[in-house]
């Protein structure tokens, strides 16, 4: 019965060992999760005037394009239309 006893000591330990594991590597992740919120937090937004000027001009070109497509959508939809 005592190498029963013993064995049973051995294979608690082991438990508790494996559960010890766990806990780290979850605090790892934690951490890990930690750090990448704390980098999003300390990245400077504020963009020169030229980027600025970029960035209005591309969106300037995008209502454009999109104005251009309503009306050659319409056109097209008239053009059925008097078709039929």
Sequence with gaps: SKKKKKK???K???KKKKKKKKKKKKKKKKKKKKKKKKKMKKRDFTSSEEELVKRLKRIDEAMEMKKYAEAVKEKSENES???K
């Design 8 to 10: 049973k000591k051995k």
């Design 12 to 14: 608690r330990k082991k």
């Design 81 to 83: 239309a008097g078709i």
